[in-house]
């Protein structure tokens, strides 16, 4: 008997509000999310303050030196505590009535609130949210479902020989697409699109060795290289949203974050072992290249993603050597939302 055709989702997943809605509870809130190097936060009142699928959340390294992760939410009636970005606090204060909160997030003065008995400032202390860290990178998770290193699954060993925590982050570049979170990270799972859209990339590259393999909670795209090329040859994604991958003499990180149903925002971190001046430009001109690349599928994941919403496509077919992962992809995506789903009619 044949093997069924693989077919990609219907176009309702990639346009229904009700469907995002549904990834923001199953997927995004229950699983953890990289925030990048854990450097951003190294001294104690460095913060990082984030929007993750719509949930403001901040990090905040304590005069202790503890790691701490918060709502970015005050207590009171719901103002954003710090702006997003980096920067130092010593004091968590709210801009909008000036509640004070300490550095572990209890409420310590509400000014001119007034008497009322039954007001004590103990209950009032900000949302606390999982935070952990992996070699060298920042996690955080609203309310997981599991521990970070299950999550991780083959990850670990797929990146066991490489001395990340010996790269040293240099560079932050920020993108927002007019897609849908899932139409940009079928687009990254496969090489199939190479050809058509990355051609100066697929130059420096041996196509016809193009392999992509999904493992647990990770999809490892490898390729041979031709001279020339800046590329390591080894591209890892990782559910639900996140990338890294290797090239010379360092590595790139990816938080993939859905800031709508149409809307996704991309937050590279570059990360390079030769810090000298002399290899300035070779560092610049990596993260130029790979720039360059993760722009030119802008424009296909937003005209796609237009399509997507006309009404006029209909499921095609999935390739069997290109877009396996694809398909193992999507099916994580409907394993975490249709129970729910349906569990919720």
Known sequence: ????????LDPRYYVDPAIHAAERQAIFKRHWQVLGPVSQVA???????????????????????VLRAFHNVC??????????GSGRCEVLRCPYHLWLYDQEGRLR???WFGEDPGFDVAD???EPISLDTWRGLLFVAIAPETG???QLGDLPEEVADYPLESFTAVGTERFVMRSNWKTYTDNFVEGYHIPGIHPAFHKVIEFDGFETVARRGVVRMTAPQKGGSIYGGKWLWMWPG???????????????NPLAVDETELVYHFYFADL????????????????????EDFGICEHTQKNYASGAYRPGPLSPKHESSVAYFQGKVLDAIEPRRAAAE
């Open 1 to 8: 008997m044949p093997t069924p055709l693989l077919r990609n």
């Open 43 to 65: 001294e104690p009142g460095q913060y990082l303050a984030v929007e993750l699928a719509g949930w403001k959340l901040f990090v905040l390294r304590g005069k202790d030196g």
């Open 75 to 84: 207590r009171h009636r719901g103002a954003r505590l710090l702006t997003e």
């Open 109 to 111: 003065k509400a000014p």
């Open 124 to 126: 009032w202390s900000l």
């Open 148 to 150: 970070l290193l299950e």
């Open 242 to 256: 996140w990338t890294l991958s290797v090239f010379q003499g360092g590595m790139n990180t990816s938080r993939i």
């Open 276 to 295: 000298s001046e002399a290899a300035a430009p070779h560092r610049q001109r990596t993260i130029d290249t790979n720039i360059a690349i993760v722009r």
